[in-house]
């Protein structure tokens, strides 16, 4: 469920058990909006999961919109940016409908209008065409990768600034890596918001330790479309400079892999969670 706003809004959601009459319902109040008479209309759903919505003015400066629900196990709401809208993600296995679902009379014309104004489908229908000629104009152009063949866009960027309170990273110089990439990702993300207009979330915002597990947490939670984690590599031997990237795969040299050892020593797995480590990297391979 997808419930559009005209500009970014605070939001807060709960979820009221079933009592006496009263269905099972998740509700989310809009703080400081209004909505207009001609799209309170409740809009019926009857698909299983949910039964119908509902949406009022609360309050003088509050919209409640209200989600009766048929059968969800679980559910996970979150804000996508331009346009700014509210997304209701629910799971759960679809119950039959009734008859009286099924023989539902046809929607009247505010009923419809209601649905297409304030429930909208997730994704857009657009497209986001790669950057570059297309195999037509430049048969012998670089290769495209898998998102730029399936239109992927990325609206939502999570940077991981390395490191972090007990753990200083690289010391050279006077300097710790742990403060350089805080610094960094700063201006990364400011950059990146104003040239690419994305919105993008820091892992930690002071000089903060935080497991591995924790940080991808925070993307995975946060819906996030990238993940990059800043680092600055220190070497033995002084004269090696330059960049390095690093992606998801099993490190195929003597070199990555003490660099992926070094970088991995904060993680909190065990041996016993290893079959679940290389599943992931083989389902993301």
Do not use: W
């Amino acid at each position: 469920v997808v419930i559009k706003a005209t500009n970014p809004v605070a939001y807060a959601a709960k979820l009221l058990e079933k009592k006496g009459n009263q269905p099972r319902r998740l509700y989310i109040d809009f703080k400081n909006s209004y909505i207009e008479p001609r799209y309170r209309s409740p809009v019926p759903i009857a698909d299983g999961l949910l039964k119908r919505i509902r949406t009022g003015q609360f309050s003088k400066e509050t919209v409640r919109v209200v989600l009766d629900i048929e059968s969800i196990e679980s559910y996970n709401i979150f804000s996508l940016p331009d346009p700014f809208r509210v997304v209701v993600d629910m799971r759960g296995e679809k119950r039959s409908m009734t008859s009286s679902a099924k023989q539902a009379p046809p929607q009247t014309t505010r009923e419809k209008a209601h649905e297409e104004t304030l429930i909208t489908v997730l994704r857009e229908k657009r497209k986001n065409r790669p950057q570059g000629k297309t195999d037509a104009e430049d048969p012998d152009g670089p290769e495209l990768s898998l998102a730029q063949q399936l239109g992927l866009g990325v609206r939502r960027i999570v940077i991981d600034p390395g490191h972090g309170g007990r753990d200083p990273g690289a010391i050279g110089n006077g300097l710790q890596e742990k403060d350089v990439v805080l610094l960094l990702a700063k201006k990364v993300r400011q950059q990146l918001i104003q040239e690419l207009h994305c919105e993008v979330i820091l892992t930690r915002e002071t000089d903060t330790y935080l497991s591995l597990e924790e940080r991808t947490a925070i993307a995975n939670g946060n819906n996030a479309d990238l993940f990059v984690s800043l680092h600055l590599n220190a070497h033995t031997r002084p004269e090696v400079n330059g960049m390095e990237t690093y992606y998801l795969s099993l490190s195929s040299s003597n070199e990555a892999m003490r660099v992926a050892a070094f970088e991995n020593a904060t993680s909190e797995l065990q041996m016993s969670d290893l079959e679940d480590v290389l599943k992931g990297i083989m389902q993301n391979s």
